[in-house]
């Protein structure tokens, strides 16, 4: 029902758990985080601009996810980036629902030590899954411990002990973030009626305690210690308990809401810290990895290859276009941020290697050999699954095979992973599936069931790229460099869907789709044998498929690949197919016109980014509009992909001045669907274009499911060598009976759990599993879980996904340590003239792990490092600048990702002279407050030989909120 719409909406405006998930006239969880990360994703280009002696100019009105991958080069990257935060954002929400009782999570009910566990303990867990590459995994654990970060200058009383800087101490494990208040110790008074600005006792405030507010629900047992403050707020049961009222910082209208900017401006600045920690650790350049920023496309190149030895000139060919691609790309805005490679074949798959390098993944590609795999079919499944696993959200995967998989029975697996990951596949098969399968077959069975065999082998194809969006090609061997050149176009991030459909029977069927002045390079892709079609442009000219009119550039055919470059021609287009075989219909284009879309689910206490599939009714989406200043959404449907079914939703409210919609759908199709959203274009340059409509289709397909698997999340941590227990529930809403459980994980670890749970008709019940990484796996490995169950007779099926991060136990928690040995300078008042230069001693004690890096992060000179201890505990650093570059910044990074950031500068004299006044500063783990933040429309200058280095003005993160309006929500 849609009250339940409007009572989750008031939820989350009342911010009953922290600064609330909507803008209003406040700072949210949504926009803190949003600051933070467009402001350190900006500071990071600059640096890398500032290194390479160019420019960098921050934007002139306010900082988006656009303005900043304009401003970091990198306009390609923006779809990718934007995607990045909002899941960032969305997995800081889901801590007030999933973690809705647990105070730590809060820092509610005074467990601030406990609090800041969580915090160090998940950062960890952050710079380790980072360093591997692992950047899904550490973007869900990003967003958790950042909404606990924030809720401390919300929950507690540190502003109130006049604090006007972050708790530094709060993103360092052990270390003392303060006196805070006992058990027995009295905090708070009754407010005066509505007014609790003088609640918090005076001796509390004198002797600089820290304390926080009791928190529960109405409907549930509400309790505090005696004198103790309460959280406050509607929802707060235990604000109504002597001493009555509440302290938190949530809104302007909360119980301390006279301090909610305060509070807010310091929640900036801390997620600020805890952000320059993660990037100190990891590197500049591996921090706009972690955010998706790119300077060319923000897709990467994934290529899962079967290298039997009936594979011998498939390889060759996907060895060609690999070059072929690559260097049509290096250098362009299409160039791919990552290239992936996981071979496979029989009985082996793997492993995934993964580079940015153009011209080492060549390397791999071109080491690929045939070799054994007789006959029979191949680990394709496996492979893929760990391509799925592996790769950067949004991908798009070729997979090289010809011959069937062996590995079956991981068919819902890799579903489930593609429609987490919305990741495309596209198979490139050789010799029609099977000269393998046939050779075998055909010794042993009878010919019409061998045909089954094979038709059963495509079939199971055609269902992976159609959940996916991607396509089955059939090609000849000599054919596969030609269809894979022409299909890998596909790889510009600019690329988005307008139509695209499957067939399973084929028969006389017409389609339509709108085209918008934003688009060009139109391509229609149909697959599939003995497919006529008849295309109408908006001028109602015809072009079939025996002759091409005016609007199609050109026309070809490989394999069962038909290719169509149409002359972009604004308006209502339609598609007429003829075909009794199977085919795939797939129309797009290059436009900056797209969006992103989530589904959301209900639980106890509120409403969450659901994981999996949907419920079959009542349920909300969130859609995400790129363009958003200048297009607006008027439809959002759920359309069949095999079908012409189509389910409108209902939009309930946007945000204002942003992108972000919801819509509510009151039933969801039980059969595979996609996401079609139609709108308005409102910045058109010619008064036709203003009245033609845009539409976008996902490429994902999706199903509704009356099954539910909710996989408990009991931590993110997989220890080497110790069984990690992992529980999970599975409900029906429809019949009951004996349900078969399955689980796989993608690196192959020990895993146990039940094959099979009976439930009752609208029942539930628990089940466990059992992992365990063997001792020897790496700190920072990627592991995903899938728990899979389906109903009795295989009618309907649904997963829960647990991305785990190995792990071993951290003992080293304090960060290396710079010592200045040397100092020397003859810097005059003509810089140009003269040099500097400086030696330190880097140690990480003796009970460090050991220093791991140490990398330039600020200074126009040259850094060199060297061990000078036997043990190598200590590494000596020397640095030498001209004098136009007074000041350095060196990053010392140690094995387990503590961070010192270690500053100096010198100054020149006015006589050459006289002696230069030295500045040695060693900066504490993060940057401070008040140098993070830039000026709007400022431009940072590299020094030069001729001028000093110009550095930009950087107000305090206090003034941060001028920089990005806040949204409001219309409803």
């Given at each position: ?8 909406l ?24 949003e ?24 934007p002139a ?29 969305n997995?800081?929400?889901a801590v007030?629902?999933r ?8 820092f ?7 609090g ?26 990003l967003g958790?411990?950042?909404h ?14 006049g604090?006007k ?12 973030i303060?006196n805070?208040?006992d058990?027995?110790t009295?905090?708070?008074r ?38 103790k ?20 910082k ?33 590197g ?9 920023i ?14 039997t ?32 490679l ?17 011209e ?10 045939p ?20 790769s ?44 393998r ?13 061998n ?25 000849s061997k ?22 695209q459909t ?13 085209v ?46 038909q ?17 009794t ?40 989406l ?41 819509v509510w ?15 308005q ?12 409509a ?12 009356t ?30 009976g ?10 192959g ?10 439930l ?31 109903a ?5 099926t ?37 040099m ?16 791991d ?25 020397s ?9 350095v910044?060196i ?33 504490p ?6 140098t ?12 030069s ?25 219309e409803?």
């Amino acid at each position: 029902m849609l009250w339940s719409v409007w009572l989750y909406l008031l939820y989350l405006q009342s911010g009953a758990l922290g600064f609330g998930t909507f803008p209003g006239e406040y700072f949210n969880h949504q926009t803190i985080t949003e600051r933070a990360l467009l402001n350190v994703t900006a500071q990071v280009c600059r640096a890398l601009a500032l290194a390479e002696g160019k420019d960098f100019t921050f934007p002139a009105q306010s900082f988006t996810a656009k303005s900043i991958a304009n401003a970091c080069e990198a306009p390609k990257s923006y779809k990718v980036f934007l995607a990045n935060i909002v899941f960032i954002q969305n997995m800081n929400a889901a801590v007030d629902v999933r973690r809705l009782f647990d105070a730590r999570y809060h820092f509610s009910d005074e467990l601030l030590r406990e609090g800041q566990s969580l915090i160090t303990d998940g950062l960890s867990v952050v710079k380790a899954a980072n360093k591997k590459q692992n950047f899904v995994a550490a973007r869900s654990i990003l967003g958790e411990i950042l909404h606990t970060l924030q809720d401390f200058y919300s929950h507690s009383n540190w502003v109130e002990l006049g604090n006007k800087f972050p708790n530094v101490n709060m993103i360092r494990k052990n270390a003392n973030i303060g006196n805070i208040a006992d058990k027995t110790t009295a905090t708070c008074r009754s407010c005066n009626g509505d007014d609790c600005s003088n609640n918090i006792l005076e001796e509390i405030i004198a002797k600089n305690i820290l304390t926080s507010g009791y928190f529960a629900l109405e409907d549930f047992p509400a309790t505090k210690p005696t004198g103790k403050c309460s959280h406050g707020g509607f929802f707060d049961a235990t604000s109504s308990i002597e001493p009555k009222g509440g302290i938190n910082k949530d809104t302007v209208d909360s119980s301390h809401g006279y301090l909610h900017m305060e509070a807010a401006d310091l929640a900036i600045a801390a997620t600020s810290q805890l952000l320059e920690d993660i990037r100190g650790a990891s590197g500049d350049r591996e921090f706009l990895q972690l955010m998706g920023i790119s300077k060319g496309s923000s897709k990467a190149l994934c290529f899962v290859v079967d290298t039997t030895g009936s594979m011998g000139d498939d390889i060759a060919a996907v060895q060609n276009v690999t070059s072929t691609i690559i260097d049509s790309k290096v250098g362009t805005e299409d160039e791919p941020s990552l290239y992936i490679l996981v071979p496979f074949n029989d009985p082996d798959f793997g492993p995934l290697i993964k580079t940015t390098d153009a011209e080492v993944f060549k390397g791999y590609i071109n080491s690929l050999t045939p070799s054994g795999g007789g006959d029979g079919p191949g680990m394709s499944l496996s492979g893929l699954q760990l391509a799925l696993t592996g790769s950067p959200p949004n991908s798009e995967i070729f997979l090289f095979t010809d011959a069937p998989a062996k590995d079956k029975y991981l068919k819902n697996t890799v579903i489930a992973l593609i429609e987490q990951s919305k990741t495309v596949v596209n198979f490139m098969i050789t010799n029609v599936l099977g000269s393998r399968r046939r050779r075998q077959a055909n010794r042993s069975q009878p010919q019409q069931r061998n045909q089954r065999m094979l038709r059963s082998d495509s079939q199971l194809y055609r269902d992976l790229a159609q959940a996916s969006g991607g396509q089955v090609i059939q090609v000849s061997k000599n054919q596969l460099l030609q269809a894979t050149s022409i299909i890998t176009e596909s790889t510009s991030s600019s690329l988005v869907t307008l139509l695209q459909t499957s067939r399973n029977l084929g028969g006389p069927e017409n389609y339509t789709f709108s085209v918008d002045e934003t688009l060009t390079n139109l391509i229609i892709y149909i697959t599939g044998d003995s497919v006529d079609f008849t295309l109408v442009n908006p001028s109602g000219e015809l072009h079939n498929s025996s002759s091409t009119g005016p609007s199609i550039i050109t026309a070809e055919l490989v394999g069962n690949l038909q290719t169509l470059r149409l002359r972009t021609q604004v308006g209502l287009w339609e598609m007429r197919i003829m075909s009794t075989n199977p085919y795939t219909l797939k129309v797009v284009g290059q436009s900056p016109i797209d969006f992103i879309f989530s589904f959301m689910m209900d639980t106890s206490g509120g409403v969450a980014l659901l994981d999996n599939r949907p419920p079959g009714n009542n349920t909300i989406l969130e859609v995400t509009l790129l363009e958003a200043d200048s297009t607006t959404v008027t439809e959002v449907s759920l359309v069949e992909s095999s079908g012409s079914g189509q389910i409108d939703g209902f939009l309930v409210g946007r945000v204002q001045g942003g992108g972000q919609y919801l819509v509510w759908f009151d039933k969801i199709p039980s059969v595979e669907f996609v996401v079609l959203v139609k709108g308005q274009s409102t910045n058109s340059t010619t008064s036709r274009a203003s009245s033609v409509a845009f539409q976008r289709q996902s490429t994902t397909s999706l199903r509704a499911s009356t099954l539910t698997v909710t996989v408990s999340d009991t931590g993110s941590v997989l220890e080497p060598g110790t069984p990690l227990l992992v529980p999970f529930s599975v409900t029906t809403t429809g019949d009951g009976g004996n349900f078969v459980i399955k689980a796989t994980n993608d690196q192959g670890f020990d895993l146990t759990f039940p094959t099979s749970l009976t439930l009752e008709s609208g029942g539930s019940a628990n089940g466990t599993a059992s992992i365990t990484a063997p001792s020897t796996s790496q700190s920072g490995t990627g592991v995903t879980l899938t728990i899979e169950a389906e109903a009795p007779g295989g009618a309907d099926t649904n997963y829960g996904v647990l991305r785990l991060t190995v792990l071993p136990k951290v003992t080293d928690f304090s960060p290396p340590v710079c010592q200045l040995v040397s100092l020397q300078s003859n810097c005059s008042g003509n810089c140009n003239q003269s040099m500097w230069e400086l030696s330190v001693e880097v140690s990480d004690g003796e009970n460090g792990t050991g220093i791991d890096r140490i990398s330039l992060r600020e200074g126009d000179g040259m850094l060199n490092s060297n061990m000078t201890t036997a043990n190598g505990s200590v590494t000596l650093v020397s640095y030498n600048a001209s004098c136009c570059s007074p000041n350095v910044q060196i990053v010392v990074v140690d094995r387990v990702g503590n961070v010192d950031v270690c500053s100096y500068s010198v100054t020149p004299t006015i006589s050459p002279t006289d002696s230069p006044t030295v500045s040695p500063t060693v900066s504490p783990t993060t940057v401070s407050p008040t140098t993070v933040s830039p000026t709007v429309g400022s431009t940072v200058k590299p020094s030069s030989s001729t001028t000093s280095s110009s550095r930009a003005v950087q107000p305090s993160l206090l003034c941060l909120s001028v920089l990005i309006l806040a949204a409001y929500v219309e409803l």
